[in-house]
């Protein structure tokens, strides 16, 4: 909803997103899709439609469009049909694109989505289809010339389209970031928006709560979800400034201009696009046999919703750790192997809290974490056989991190077993009270709150390394006696 | 007459071709008798037919996720009217 001087507006949003497959090969030849070759070398005859040649589909590319519908909890449509979709543009040579137009290979899924206060919605998954992606066209290099490459040209992608079920940027921003961890989870897209392999158009209208849907925009291309956010945002409030003007609000194409902050009517687009569709006489239609999409089913990794609960039920941790642990398929192994066998609580306490904090300061990866499980796990163990305190364990995690030396090794090296020797402590609450003989009288005289004064003096004599549940207990003692 | 000149000025423009404004009229009419001629396949009843998209009945072929093309790029460039390192150069398109 966004305010309005006549009243609220309700935003809504559908989304339409390009996954880029994983694959070797093509969609419908043998070339290439590693990311950034030399131009032009990962281009077959097919992929520059040259004359007489045929395309012939790669299996595997199939395999991940059903895996990702699985995973979307979507139907797969035992028999799709490939169209073409006929434009102009220099890096489509063929001057059609090979898609998916009246019966797709997907249809009606559904996305689960985490929003602020612990509330997951569902967001309704219209469609998936296959098809290819086009060349790439460099327009900044030559003052008259555009420069095309055809490396993509002919990679798979999958086009996901959701329902206009969203209702506001944030909402557009968690339905992305959780379509990604599904599809990272499933190894079907890498989901890296800066080198384009997910790409997300919007689709914007405004209504009044209960109203039929307004008429929408599209904005185009947008290559991350901080833009994305922004986009919607400007775009909600430019529409509500026209409808409130008594305006009307136009159907077009735009693009966002992350400079400047706005969104701009693209106008090659104007002219209605009319892309006459028909079914690619070079390709039977897709059938697929059960028992393979079974196997497939078969196969499906535990997916982020699924291990989430799983966390919640087995590890006892709240939703909310839950999920941020399963954002990453890699975050969670890490978690997985730390915490078997281990207080899981603390274990996720530790991965979001000190691991990550280290992470984001070294700029790192889990993948590459300075602290691999093993030492996690041996550090998180000392702490429960009460080698170290859980404040000392917070000082000989950043020596690990900075040295690359093992908890056993820090903590020997540096002296920093804990004191559980009830002597030892003894001695020090003595001095400590001897040395404030007027505070231990205002103790006496009633003033509760110094009490945590007492047990500060006593850590620091010991260099924090007392075992505080036993300081506390015998201070308790000694102040009373 | 079902196609009239604005639809041809339409398809002409879609098909990136041009079309003299004397062809028009004429070209509409051959286009109109094409479309009149194939309609009368109208005429048969198909309700129960499933549609045809192919007149051989075979499997569409798969091929394994090999990369086993590609790596000639001055055959793919070579019947490019300009090109720079590497690239096709085009003139220039800017959104």
């Keep these: ?481 | 007459m079902a196609l009239d000149k604005a639809a041809v000025v339409r398809i002409a423009k879609l098909a990136r071709i041009k079309v003299a404004e004397a062809e028009l009229e004429p070209l509409a009419r051959e286009l109109d008798g094409i479309l009149g001629w194939v309609a009368q396949l109208n005429e048969l009843d198909t309700s129960d037919l499933p549609p045809m998209t192919s007149v051989v009945a075979a499997r569409l072929p798969r091929r394994p996720d090999t990369v086993n093309d590609g790596g000639y790029p001055e055959r793919i460039l070579a019947n490019a009217p300009r090109t720079e390192g590497g690239f096709f150069a085009v003139p220039k398109v800017v959104e």
């Design chain 1, 1 to 481: 909803m966004i305010e309005g001087a006549s009243g609220p507006w309700e935003v809504v949003i559908g989304l339409e997103i390009h996954a880029q497959v994983i694959s070797r090969a093509k969609l419908f030849s043998g070339a290439s899709t590693a990311f950034g070759a030399q131009p032009n070398t990962q281009v077959s005859f097919v992929d520059a439609a040259m004359p007489g040649m045929l395309p012939v589909i790669n299996e595997a590319c199939v395999a991940q469009a059903v895996r990702t519908g699985l995973g979307l909890r979507a139907a797969i449509n035992l028999r799709s049909v490939f169209d073409r979709k006929n434009y102009f543009y220099p890096d489509l040579p063929a001057g059609y694109q090979i898609s998916q137009y009246g019966q797709p290979i997907v249809s009606r899924g559904e996305v689960v989505i985490d929003l602020a206060g612990g509330v997951a919605r569902r967001v309704g998954i219209t469609r998936l289809h296959l098809e290819q992606d086009a060349g790439k066209s460099l327009h900044d290099q030559h003052p008259e010339l555009s420069y095309v490459d055809l490396n993509r040209a002919g990679v798979a992608l999958m086009e996901i389209v959701s329902e206009p079920d969203l209702r506001s940027a944030e909402e557009a921003g968690a339905y992305v970031r959780k379509l990604r961890t599904i599809l990272r989870y499933l190894g079907t897209c890498d989901g890296n928006m800066q080198e384009g392999s997910l790409r997300v158009d919007a689709n914007v209208s405004l209504r009044r709560l209960g109203a039929p849907f307004g008429t929408r925009c599209e904005i185009k291309n947008v290559n991350s979800i901080r833009f994305l956010q922004q986009a919607i945002d400007y775009e909600a409030g430019r529409q509500r400034d026209v409808l409130e003007g008594g305006g009307r609000v136009v159907q077009e194409t735009l693009l966002f201009d992350p400079g400047e902050g706005v969104t701009r009517s693209m106008r090659s687009k104007e002219e209605a696009h009319d892309y006459r569709y028909f079914p690619d006489p070079d390709l039977l239609p897709l059938e697929l046999d059960p028992q393979w999409v079974e196997d497939i089913r078969r196969g499906l990794p535990e997916l982020p919703d699924e291990k989430k609960a799983r966390f919640v039920a087995d590890y006892g941790l709240s939703a909310y750790d839950a999920g941020v642990l399963v954002a990453e398929r890699e975050t969670a192994d890490f978690f997985e192997a730390v915490a078997r066998g281990r207080d899981a609580k603390l274990v996720a306490n530790w991965v979001t809290g000190d691991l990550f904090g280290a992470l984001n300061k070294a700029g790192r990866d889990i993948a590459t974490s300075p602290v691999n499980t093993a030492r996690l796990g041996q550090l998180i163990d000392r702490i429960a056989d009460q080698t170290i305190s859980g404040r000392i364990a917070k000082e000989v995690f950043e020596a690990m991190v900075e040295t690359g030396a093992d908890a056993d090794a820090i903590i020997i090296e540096r002296g920093l077993r804990q004191i559980t020797d009830a002597g030892a402590i003894e001695d020090a609450i003595a001095a400590v009270l001897a040395a404030n003989h007027d505070k231990v009288q205002e103790y006496r005289a009633g003033k509760d709150k110094l009490f945590g004064f007492f047990v500060g003096q006593v850590m620091k004599a010991t260099q924090g390394k007392a075992n505080p549940k036993l300081v506390n207990e015998m201070l308790r003692g000694a102040l009373s006696g």
